[in-house]
Every structure is written in structure tokens, then in C-alpha cells.
């Protein structure tokens, strides 16, 4: 990346081009961390044991806490109160890939939750790679304060990793159910973990000024560590994930969003002038 | 001009002693290390603030309590906190005393250099036969570990490098 440095928010706001473009990849980062969260908290109490409530709980909370951070960097370069932000968009308004607001499974976590921890394992661990590649990039990034924040994020980030390394190896060389769970999570989730990589309509001006590296760069390290550890673990590789119908980058997205949204927001929405 | 600006600078220092990290409350943010620089202009005074993870839920309640604190202090009318990410905290950053506190309240501190190895010494009784239960605990910044000596549950903090 050769895009000159800003150093400041105040230099960002003086380019129109550079801070739409800024502005674009924030929500990407900030709309992901929250939508995976707020299905990360859906599991609270239903999952499959009490360390893991306290494990699975703690990692959400931290990533949620990355969202807010992104939101705040969205916040000084005036586009609205960070607390705004999260709760009061429409969902054609989130930038968010299309993998991370699939639901756990069927059922509501209220009302006779049939959630897959397979899935959920998978997700979570191939989503984890892919931020440790986003992150390192970003430690790059020509906006001074996101290379900042994203160094600052990278040693929580790898605890997070870690955790689902562990599942994903246990469960794929557990039973043969374990396996077989493990296996069909692959699949499910490989229809939408193309579309991460993307980086949206503005994605050229994106790389062009040095904001992060280009997506197809990131699918090429994210390929080979997710095919190094498939391969570590029996796990074989089904190619190349793909996209989908939906491009979340461009506000494209399902119905499960705008369920979860409004949830994740029923509180906020009520009295969005409460003091928290 | 100088002696009252140097005169308000050691003032906010021994009232961030005061200022206690809100879910370890026998450490103050400056033996966490979490303060970087205390600027002083005039009556306006800006804390450089290092939270010890970007997630921390406390971070907001930290601040007001500093804002709180400082603002208390003759000759201060406007205290100002803003984050600093860079040079990011570390755990190196964790005082001698607040190591020995973090252990006083039953909590393992993180190791003090980045190269050195991860090992968990019981805070009750020091022994080091300890087992990591939970690399995750009721907060982002800490872990679940157990003494097989003295067979107590303890918290151990995260190393952060």
C-alpha cells in the first residue's frame, strides 16, 4: 500500500472521496463484529456447558466491544452517535457479510431453540481467520487511527481464535457424530464465507487508498491457513467458498437480519434518548 | 507559571490513585498502568487514557470516574479523557504494587516481559501445580484457573502482548 497516511480524523473529513471510502469499510468491520455477536449472545444458557456459557459469553462481549470501537471511529467522523449506529439502522443499511447473520438453527432462543453448534463452531472459527488476516491487514491501513485500533485489537483477537481452534479439532476428530456435525457445518457454511472477501461497491476506492489490501489478497491467506487446518484435523477441503445471492456489502440482505435488529434494538428503540 | 502547572500535574497523579478499576477495586488505574500522560494547560487538563482491552465494558465507567475525580481539584474546570491505542497497554505495564495487589485480591497476575512463559502461580498459596480451567472468565481481561495445593479457584488476568 502506497496511499498516503492520515493521521488524523480531521484529515480524513477534508477528502470527501477518502472519507466515504473510510466510512464504507468501517461499517463493514463494525456491522460484522455486531451481527456475529448478537448471535454469539443467543447462545447464552443453551450452550453445551457451563464454561462454554462463561467462554462463548466473554468472547462475544469483547467482539461486541470491537464493534463499538469501530462505531466510535464512525462517531468522529460524523455519522452519528456510535449507540445511533448500532441500533437505529435499517437492515439495507448494514454493510455486514451475509454469514455472519444466518441464525443458529431453527427455533427462537426463547421458544425451542434447535441450534447447531456444528455450524456455529465452524462459523465462528473460519470468521476468526478471516478477522486475524482483516486485522493484520488493517495494522497497514493509511488511516493512522484504524492501524492503531486493529493493532490494539490483534492480541485479544487471538484468545478468540484459539478458543474455536480447540472445538473445531475436538470435534472433528471426536465421534463419528462430532465429525459428521462438523462436516455438515462445513457445508452450510461454505455457501456464504465467500462473500467476507468482499468489499462492497466502493471496494476499489477502498484499496486504492491504502484503507486495506484488496479482498481477493485476503481470500488467498485466509485459503491457505483454513486448508492448512482442514487438512491438520481430516477435514477435506471443499473448495472454494462461495458468495451467495446476496452481497451484504451493498445492504443486500435476509429476513433473519431484520429479526435480529429489531431484538437487538427493542430496548434502544423505545427510548433511544435513555441515558444507559 | 510553571511551579502551578507542575503543582496541578502532581495534584491529578495522586488523585488517579484514587480512581479504581471498577471490577478489581484494590488497584488504581495508574498501578494498571492504564493512565500514559497527564497534560495540563492551564486549568484544562487532558488524561491519556490506555484501556487494557479494546472490548472492556468498563472502559465508559472508568472514564467518567476519572472525569469525576479530577474535576473535583481547585484550579481544574475542564478535565478532558481520550483514549490512546498507541503505544498500546501491555501487560508489561501492570505495577510492581499492583501485581501485589491484583494477588491480594486473588487474582494471578500476568507474566511481566513478553518473552516469558505463561505460568500461573496460585495468588492464595504461590504454589505453581496450577490447571488453566477456563482460558475465558467473568471478564475479557481474565481467566479461570484452579490450585491443586491448596485447591482453590482463582482468576488469573490474560497476558496481553
Given at each position: 500500500?502506497?496511499?498516503?497516511?492520515?493521521?488524523?480524523?480531521?484529515?480524513?473529513?477534508?477528502?470527501?472521496?477518502?472519507?466515504?471510502?473510510?466510512?464504507?469499510?468501517?461499517?463493514?468491520?463494525?456491522?460484522?463484529?455486531?451481527?456475529?455477536?448478537?448471535?454469539?449472545?443467543?447462545?447464552?444458557?443453551?450452550?453445551?456447558?457451563?464454561?462454554?456459557?462463561?467462554?462463548?459469553?466473554?468472547?462475544?462481549?469483547?467482539?461486541?466491544?470491537?464493534?463499538?470501537?469501530?462505531?466510535?471511529?464512525?462517531?468522529g467522523l460524523g455519522e452519528g452517535?456510535?449507540?445511533?449506529?448500532?441500533?437505529?439502522?435499517?437492515?439495507?443499511?448494514?454493510?455486514?457479510?451475509?454469514?455472519?447473520?444466518?441464525?443458529?438453527?431453527?427455533?427462537?432462543?426463547?421458544?425451542?431453540?434447535?441450534?447447531?453448534?456444528?455450524?456455529?463452531?465452524?462459523?465462528?472459527?473460519?470468521?476468526e481467520i478471516f478477522k486475524q488476516e482483516r486485522l493484520e491487514s488493517l495494522t497497514r491501513s493509511s488511516f493512522a487511527p484504524l492501524a492503531q485500533l486493529a493493532r490494539k485489537m490483534r492480541p485479544e483477537q487471538r484468545y478468540h481464535l484459539l478458543h474455536w481452534q480447540t472445538w473445531f479439532s475436538q470435534l472433528a476428530?471426536?465421534?463419528?457424530?462430532?465429525?459428521?456435525?462438523?462436516?455438515?457445518g462445513v457445508e452450510r457454511v461454505w455457501t456464504d464465507a465467500g462473500g467476507l472477501f468482499d468489499l462492497g461497491p466502493y471496494g476499489q476506492a477502498i484499496v486504492n487508498f491504502g484503507l486495506i489490501e484488496d479482498g481477493a489478497l485476503l481470500a488467498e491467506r485466509w485459503t491457505e491457513k483454513v486448508k492448512r487446518a482442514f487438512e491438520a484435523n481430516s477435514v477435506p477441503w471443499p473448495g472454494n467458498p462461495q458468495q451467495g445471492q446476496l452481497n451484504g456489502r451493498a445492504g443486500q440482505h435476509t429476513d433473519d437480519l431484520k429479526s435480529a435488529l429489531a431484538e437487538l434494538a427493542e430496548v434502544y428503540r423505545l427510548a433511544p434518548a435513555a441515558n444507559w | 507559571m510553571t511551579t502551578v502547572v507542575g503543582t496541578i500535574e502532581g495534584e491529578v497523579w495522586k488523585q488517579l490513585e484514587n480512581v479504581k478499576d471498577p471490577e478489581i477495586p484494590s488497584i488504581s488505574v495508574v498501578e494498571m498502568g492504564m493512565?500514559?500522560?497527564?497534560?495540563?494547560?492551564?486549568?484544562?487538563?487532558?488524561?491519556?487514557?490506555?484501556?487494557?482491552?479494546?472490548?472492556?465494558?468498563?472502559?465508559?465507567?472508568?472514564?467518567?470516574n476519572i472525569v469525576d475525580q479530577l474535576s473535583a481539584l481547585p484550579g481544574v474546570t475542564n478535565v478532558q479523557v481520550e483514549l490512546v491505542f498507541e503505544p498500546a497497554w501491555t501487560s508489561e505495564r501492570i505495577s510492581e504494587t499492583g501485581r501485589e495487589k491484583l494477588r491480594q485480591f486473588g487474582i494471578a497476575p500476568p507474566p511481566g516481559k513478553p518473552e516469558d512463559h505463561w505460568e500461573i502461580a496460585c495468588p492464595y498459596c504461590g504454589s505453581r501445580d496450577t490447571t488453566l480451567d477456563n482460558l475465558f472468565g467473568p471478564a475479557a481481561c481474565r481467566s479461570i484457573a484452579y490450585c491443586r495445593d491448596?485447591?482453590?479457584?482463582?482468576?488469573?488476568?490474560?497476558?496481553?502482548?
Open positions: 500500500m502506497t496511499a498516503n497516511r492520515l493521521e488524523t480524523v480531521e484529515q480524513a473529513k477534508a477528502n470527501p472521496e477518502y472519507r466515504t471510502a473510510l466510512t464504507e469499510l468501517l461499517y463493514q468491520l463494525a456491522d460484522d463484529d455486531l451481527v456475529l455477536s448478537f448471535r454469539g449472545s443467543e447462545w447464552l444458557g443453551l450452550a453445551p456447558h457451563v464454561e462454554e456459557d462463561v467462554a462463548f459469553s466473554s468472547i462475544t462481549q469483547d467482539t461486541m466491544g470491537h464493534a463499538a470501537a469501530f462505531y466510535g471511529l464512525l462517531e452517535k456510535a449507540d445511533d449506529l448500532a441500533h437505529l439502522r435499517e437492515a439495507n443499511r448494514l454493510r455486514n457479510a451475509i454469514l455472519v447473520e444466518r441464525p443458529n438453527g431453527t427455533g427462537h432462543y426463547l421458544n425451542n431453540p434447535r441450534y447447531d453448534w456444528g455450524y456455529t463452531v465452524v462459523r465462528q472459527y473460519v470468521y476428530n471426536s465421534t463419528e457424530e462430532a465429525r459428521q456435525r462438523i462436516m455438515a | 493512565i500514559h500522560r497527564v497534560l495540563v494547560e492551564e486549568s484544562h487538563v487532558v488524561i491519556e487514557f490506555m484501556p487494557t482491552f479494546v472490548g472492556c465494558p468498563a472502559l465508559k465507567i472508568i472514564e467518567q491448596c485447591r482453590n479457584p482463582f482468576e488469573a488476568l490474560k497476558p496481553i502482548y
